[in-house]
């Protein structure tokens, strides 16, 4: 299905607090996304790309322009949109397995006993089960971004939304989970938007590029990457890397030019 | 040893916290003796620690002290358990609808800059001289503040905690119960204990202004004959069960959120 998340002609527009002053964050714009895939959004800081996100989670209310998802009209964050915040988001009072058992509290398709078994499962697709009566703020944050998705994947949602989840990890985390979720992805294939900045991590996991101008957001490039690296290269790490830097050199040089205009209206 | 007591910003151990605890209590009582031993100062304004132990003990076997005990911690926990089922409810009801907080938040803030020993003579007035007007005074201490307190503690749950639940698919009444109030709880915990001991405050103003029992009521009233070390063992044993009092809360603290130590 191509046209498994479809974003209508959505703008949105902050006010100052006095009223006065209006940004423009998403300027009208479509986009459709499909089933299985995994939609990198990247773009320069404070584009909008967080912000488009949220409106497909139902976080933000967009002021004009529709989303619907497998046809049907989205108002409200429910189930069907999944997130992953960039902060920690896992909750102190819980261990790390009932943490990821939270996810399927509120679910009404599986029985109390499939949800323990649903728990077990993220809890070892994730690789915690031997942190599974630990408290979160003894685990490291890789780790209690590991229960954050485990958690959201837990309440079965049909689109993952991810806000620059490995964002404020280090650098060998940050790799590592990338990997897991290249082995998530290819397990369950969940329709994916992933926000970052990291045009690297753009590549390694996308399956498209949506390239964001400066604020207010609308599309500068769409690029498919699994035309131009397989994504099981990728995966394994056989990646032409000739075509992988030219294509970081590319993305890149298109984001310095989008960031150089956010410097001049500053 | 010497060096790990002044390690910096680092905590000591649990065994060496409690002996500097004591030793600030042994040093305090020391400079006192020895201050009146000097002569400086005299006996009926500043008795020895002993002559205060002495009255502390006279106080229980010829003036029924115990009762006024009883009598002050049951009018203080009355008033702030009076306190505690209202602004609980109205405190998380201000930090989840804005209409709520925009009605309540100007008249708290209001109330609570009266001074409460200002508001003695009114509710006097309005309530007469017996348990009710006491009961009055110490929860128009607590409750405005506490109100606010409980309102602050919520606010500060992080909006990812309330946002992740909506995309799991909680309600709003769901989000309140299973992530909003478990979040909150430690630091209400704490705007517990710290209004506790506002209404321990209160109590003397409550007792000194027509009481015929209670802690207060015996400290104003050996005032009166200049009973000095009498009226320092009753401050003093308002402070023991506010020791007593804070560590308790402080004991629940750390056995119900023990997951908050690292």
């Known amino acids: 299905m191509d046209n498994f998340i479809q974003i209508k002609d959505v703008a949105k527009t902050y006010w100052s607090n006095d009223g006065k002053i209006e940004t423009k964050v998403v300027l009208p714009l479509s986009m459709t996304i499909g089933e299985g895939e995994m939609v990198m959004f990247l773009g ?43 902060s920690y988001s896992s909750y102190p009072w819980l261990t790390v397995r009932d943490n990821i058992k939270f996810g399927t509290r509120y679910r009404k398709d599986i029985s109390a006993q499939e949800k323990e078994e649903v728990t077990d499962h993220y809890l070892n697709m994730v ?18 971004q590991r229960v954050a998705i485990a958690r959201t994947l837990a309440s079965s949602p049909d689109v ?14 940050r790799e590592y989970l990338q990997f897991q979720l290249m082995d998530i992805n290819k397990a369950e294939k969940k329709t994916t938007i992933f926000v970052t900045h990291d045009v690297e991590e753009a590549i390694l ?20 990457v699994d035309d131009i690296l397989s994504i099981e290269d990728r995966r394994n790490g056989t990646a032409d890397m000739d075509r992988f830097f030219k294509l970081r050199a590319e993305i890149l040089e298109l984001i310095r030019a989008e960031y150089a205009h956010t410097l001049e209206e500053a | 040893m010497f060096k790990s007591l002044f390690a910096f910003r680092k905590p000591l151990n649990r065994r060496t916290d409690l002996v500097l605890g004591i030793t600030g209590f042994i040093l305090f009582l020391t400079m006192w003796e ?20 002495q009255a502390f003990v006279n106080l229980f076997v010829e003036r029924n002290f115990a009762s006024d005990i009883v009598i002050s911690v049951s009018r203080v926990w009355f008033a702030f358990l009076l306190s505690v089922i209202i602004a609980i409810p109205l405190g998380l009801l201000m930090s989840t609808y804005r209409f709520a907080g925009a009605i309540l938040e100007p008249f708290v803030d209001f109330v609570r800059y009266l001074p409460v020993p200002a508001l003695v003579p009114l509710l006097v007035i309005w309530f007469g001289v017996g348990e009710t007007s006491k009961i009055a005074v110490l929860w128009m ?43 909150a709880l430690p630091n209400m915990i704490d705007s517990l204990r710290i209004t506790m001991g506002w209404c321990w405050t209160y109590l003397i103003v409550a007792e000194i202004v027509a009481a015929n029992s209670g802690i207060g009521h015996v400290i104003w009233s050996l005032r009166r004959f200049v009973k000095t070390p009498e009226v320092m063992a009753g401050i003093i044993t308002i402070g023991i069960i506010g020791l007593l009092t804070d560590q308790a809360f402080r004991y629940a603290h750390t056995r119900l959120f023990s997951y908050l130590r690292r």
Request: with cysteine; aromatic share 6%; proline share 6%.
């Open chain 2, 141 to 183: 201490g607590t409750f405005f503040q506490l109100i606010l307190m409980i309102s602050d503690d919520t606010k500060r749950v992080p909006v990812e905690f309330v946002e992740s639940g909506q995309t799991l698919g909680a309600s709003n009444g769901q989000i309140m119960r299973h992530i909003i109030i478990p979040a």
């Open chain 1, 160 to 173: 993952l939304l991810m806000d620059e989840p490995f964002g404020a990890l280090d650098a060998q985390t």
């Open chain 1, 205 to 224: 996991l996308a399956n498209r590029i949506v390239i964001f101008s400066s604020r207010p957001a609308r599309v500068v490039r769409e690029i498919k």
């Open chain 1, 127 to 144: 690789g915690l089960k031997r942190y599974a009566d630990f408290y979160t703020n003894r685990i490291s944050g890789g780790m209690r």
């Open chain 1, 44 to 86: 320069p800081s404070g584009c909008g790309k967080t912000t488009l996100m949220r409106i497909v989670g139902g976080l933000e209310t967009p002021d004009q322009g529709t989303i619907h998802l497998h046809g049907d009209l989205l108002t409200g964050p429910d189930r069907r949109r999944g997130m992953v915040f960039q």
């Open chain 2, 34 to 53: 020895i201050t009146v031993r000097s002569g400086v100062i005299r006996p009926e304004f500043l008795p020895s620690p002993v002559a205060v132990v």
